[in-house]
Every structure is written in C-alpha cells, then in structure tokens.
C-alpha cells in the first residue's frame, strides 16, 4: 500500500495562506486519486478536496471552494492543498488520502491514510 506523509500545517492568522504537501512512497502514485480530509476537535472528519490521478480533475467541498486548491506533481510523487483566505473555522487536522478509485476517496473509504499535520488558524 502507499505510504503518505503531511507537511506544510502550523499556526496562522485569519485571512492567511498555507501550502500543505503530501509525499506518497511505495506504489505508484499516478495509479492512485489523492484527496484531503480534515477533522476539528470534536468533530468527525470530513471531506475536503480530491484529485483524479491524471490531476486533471479536481473536486470541493463546499465549504473551501474558491479558498482551497488541490494540486499534483507525478514527477515529485506528491499532493498539495493550497489554502487561502483561510479562516477559524478551518482549525483542524488536515489527512492525506489516497486510493485507486476515484469515488472511494470522496467517499472517505480509502486505502491509506497519512498521519495528519496541525492547521490553527487565529481570529
């Protein structure tokens, strides 16, 4: 299975901007559709963005279109969430996720996960 881990969370104020990166070992990554997921404290984890394997494709949640882009580089075997606007309610742990099927990781059913990297945004 692929192996995925998060960088890129820290502390930020409310209209700021962070880039999170996910880098994906051990499978070949263009064979896999790569999403993000976040979860707040207290709260289940919820789908944010996916994109399809050929990074053609890309599709929001409601509550980050317009704010948040999701973007690959196959070369580099890694996924990015470029986060803008970025506001208090945003405050969460942000997942990597990646699976073959497209449908399985907006789903949330996916095969692998990563460890999860720390978003605080303050008002």
């Known amino acids: 299975q692929v192996q995925l881990v998060e960088s890129g969370g820290g502390l930020v104020q409310a209209g700021g901007s962070l880039r999170l990166s996910c880098a994906a070992s051990?499978?070949?990554?263009?064979?896999?559709?790569m999403g993000w997921f976040r979860q707040a404290p207290g709260k289940e984890r919820e789908f944010v963005a996916v994109?399809?394997?050929?990074?053609?494709?890309?599709y929001y949640a409601d509550s980050v279109k317009g704010r948040f882009t999701i973007s690959r580089d196959n070369a580099k075997n890694t996924v990015y969430l470029q986060m803008n606007s970025l506001e208090p309610e945003d405050t969460a742990v942000y997942y990597c996720a990646a699976d073959r099927q497209y449908g399985a990781v907006v789903g949330g059913s996916v095969g692998a996960w990563g460890q999860g990297t720390q978003v605080t945004v303050s008002s």
């Open positions: 051990g499978r070949t990554f263009s064979n896999y559709a």
């Open positions: 994109i399809t394997q050929s990074g053609y494709g890309t």
